[in-house]
């Protein structure tokens, strides 16, 4: 009698079994490559790094074979994975018109063939980026490619602290002592650790939103307690102005008003900083609200940056090549500065950079596709609530970062996390969109 029971308990348990579904077990597959891909490319290849090797990580040979094969491993899951029709959607024409400015850069710098190898791994970031936004299907594809990236790095850069603490943070910093012994987990600088940090609090109040509130408590205060580690108040203070400037007009029933008071944040921050080289009355204002006026000897660099632009206003000096150029290295001792230019690696402004690299136009193009066109995206957002979360979360990132070019330099550059994490948002905004995200695929 029991072994007829056992046996007809086993034949209803295989009745009732589903058949696995191959769209499903794909669609898991997907999801994971996607977070294998972000992980990977965030953490780098070489984590932990010594601070001051970051000037020369595009010609390392480790990264470049590293992310090469990261690349073809995107490109195929692309290919295999991913809803190709999303595609045109998420790489319009600017873009490719923003990749020949990038592409004619190398010809116009003084040695191409070094040049080009920092624009083509430039380029497969870019690629691998579009891919990992391409690969999951639902809003809980995202909401898992954004929790398992944001644990997974959060884990490491905290076990980082006191299993190498002389790699984990700045350790004794000789070159730049206010620096000494301040968090910086597996990432070259503090300066990046923090706004990657500001990125997983963005996405951990996604994950709130979306009703995940276990994950978004602990990867949020995780990433706030970080961000106060690595001493960049600028950082801690304006994630909830960005949280704020993008939540609270939709909560209040006026989400139009986000892209404008956003896009008026940006342009009033860009006066008191850079502006304030350009126009006099600027700078007294700025002299008169107590800030640094020299923002911490930037303005030298910024002086000396559009001096040298003057000469090369339509191409620029070629991909990451200014600064590496005799006229730089060997320039006479700028006394008159209160910075020293010779020897740095960037202007401390990405839009700057863009410009002494690519030209003048260049610039212009890229504001477009970095600044306007997400707004214009963020607006014609497809009113599904999938869309709708994502396109907060992606709006974050790209105000937040692209105020931060203003004091900083990573646009194009290559495996920098700060510039995988502003094109991630811009060509997430992109994608809400022009397609439909359904919470679970059927």
Not at 305 to 315: K, Q, S
Request: aromatic content about 12%.
């Amino acid at each position: 009698m029991n072994s007829i029971d056992i046996r007809t308990g086993a034949e209803r348990r295989r009745a009732s079994a589903k058949p696995l579904d191959p769209a499903h077990v794909l669609r898991q597959a997907a999801v994971v490559v996607s977070i294998t891909l972000l992980t990977i490319m965030l953490i780098s290849f070489q984590p932990f790094a010594p601070v001051h090797e970051g000037a020369q990580e595009g010609g390392n040979l480790v990264n470049q074979l590293g992310f090469g094969l990261l690349g073809l491993i995107a490109l195929c899951s692309l290919l295999m994975l991913a809803d190709l029709r999303k595609l045109p959607s998420l790489v319009g024409p600017a873009w490719m018109l923003m990749v020949g400015f990038l592409l004619f850069s190398g010809l116009t710098s003084p040695d191409p063939s070094a040049t080009f190898r920092g624009i083509i791994l430039t380029l497969i970031v870019m690629m691998t980026v579009v891919t990992v936004l391409a690969l999951p299907q639902d809003g809980d594809g995202y909401a898992r490619l954004l929790s398992a990236v944001s644990g997974i790095l959060i884990f490491i850069c905290y076990a980082g602290i006191p299993i190498v603490p002389s790699l984990a943070t700045h350790g004794f910093d000789a070159l730049e002592p206010q620096n000494s012994y301040l968090w910086r987990g597996v990432f070259t600088h503090k300066n990046i650790a923090g706004p990657v940090m500001a990125a997983f609090a963005f996405a951990a109040i996604y994950l709130w939103r979306r009703g995940d509130r276990r994950s978004g408590i602990l990867i949020g205060l995780a990433a706030l307690i970080f961000i106060s580690q690595t001493g960049s108040k600028t950082t801690l203070g304006l994630v909830p102005v960005a949280a704020l400037l993008v939540l609270l007009p939709s909560a209040l029933g006026f989400r139009i008003l986000t892209p404008i008071a956003v896009f008026c944040c940006q342009l009033a921050f860009a006066l008191l900083t850079f502006g304030s080289v350009l126009i006099e009355p600027i700078h007294q204002f700025v002299l008169w609200l107590g800030i640094d006026p020299t923002f911490t000897g930037r303005v030298s660099i910024w002086k000396f940056g559009l001096d040298a632009l003057a000469d090369r206003p339509w191409t620029g000096f070629g991909y990451e090549s200014f600064w590496s150029t005799d006229l730089v290295l060997h320039a006479a001792n700028p006394y008159y500065l209160d910075w020293d230019v010779r020897g740095i690696v960037h202007a401390h402004n990405g839009y700057l950079d863009i410009a002494i690299s690519m030209g003048i136009p260049a610039l212009i193009l890229a504001l477009a596709v970095l600044i306007v066109f997400p707004l214009v995206d963020y607006m014609r957002c497809r009113p599904i609530r999938e869309n709708l979360l994502l396109a907060d979360f992606f709006m974050m990132i790209v105000f937040f970062t692209t105020l931060n070019a203003m004091m900083e330099s990573f646009f194009f550059r290559r495996m920098d996390p700060v510039w995988m994490l502003c094109f991630f948002g811009v060509i997430g905004l992109r994608l809400v969109a022009r397609v439909g995200i359904p919470r679970k695929a059927t």
